[in-house]
């Protein structure tokens, strides 16, 4: 009984104690400063390292394992209040970036080339798909002026 009793109380001294994550994160950087310092050069090092014959070796797969999460978790960050679009795709589109992350950071942890090298077509759709729809200026409609 005694130690029931002391484990009830060093659970609840447990959950007093634990961090409880707050309903919001106000974000630090603006969507720009994502995309310019954060997804586009860790996608571009993706890219980079599957044209160039894939990573040769541990120091190019841990550099693709940090650009994958980087991707990954810059595709979380997209669909965080403040940043997040109510508007068209904006969180389908976001989550293609985390899924290629994730695949990408799968494909580095297990070096395996190929399936790497096969990843190449979604990191690239992860980035046009959204900005055919909200970098307009970039990717013109078919038939648009040009």
């Given at each position: 009984?005694?130690?029931?009793?002391?484990?009830?109380?060093?659970?609840?001294?447990?959950?007093?104690?634990?961090?409880?994550?707050?309903?919001?994160?106000?974000?630090?950087?603006?969507?720009?400063?994502?995309?310019?310092?954060?997804?586009?050069p860790s996608s571009n090092d993706i890219?980079?390292?599957?044209?160039?014959?894939?990573?040769?070796?541990?120091?190019?797969?841990?550099?693709?394992?940090?650009?994958?999460?980087?991707?990954?978790?810059?595709?979380?960050?997209?669909?965080?209040?403040?940043?997040?679009?109510?508007?068209?795709?904006?969180?389908?589109?976001?989550?293609?970036?985390?899924?290629?992350?994730?695949?990408?950071y799968k494909a580095a942890q297990a070096?395996?080339?190929?399936?790497?090298?096969?990843?190449?077509?979604?990191?690239?759709?992860?980035?046009?798909?959204?900005?055919?729809?909200?970098?307009?200026?970039?990717?013109?409609?078919?038939?648009?002026?040009?």
């Amino acid at each position: 009984m005694k130690t029931a009793w002391m484990g009830v109380l060093l659970g609840g001294a447990t959950l007093a104690f634990a961090q409880v994550p707050s309903e919001s994160f106000p974000p630090s950087a603006s969507v720009k400063q994502l995309m310019l310092d954060l997804i586009h050069p860790s996608s571009n090092d993706i890219l980079l390292a599957i044209y160039r014959g894939g990573p040769k070796d541990e120091k190019d797969w841990a550099a693709v394992r940090r650009s994958a999460v980087t991707l990954a978790e810059s595709g979380n960050m997209l669909m965080m209040r403040g940043r997040a679009r109510d508007q068209g795709d904006w969180m389908k589109d976001a989550k293609l970036l985390v899924d290629a992350g994730n695949a990408a950071y799968k494909a580095a942890q297990a070096k395996d080339g190929g399936a790497l090298a096969a990843l190449a077509g979604a990191v690239d759709a992860s980035c046009t798909t959204c900005h055919k729809q909200y970098r307009p200026n970039v990717f013109p409609a078919p038939g648009g002026s040009k």
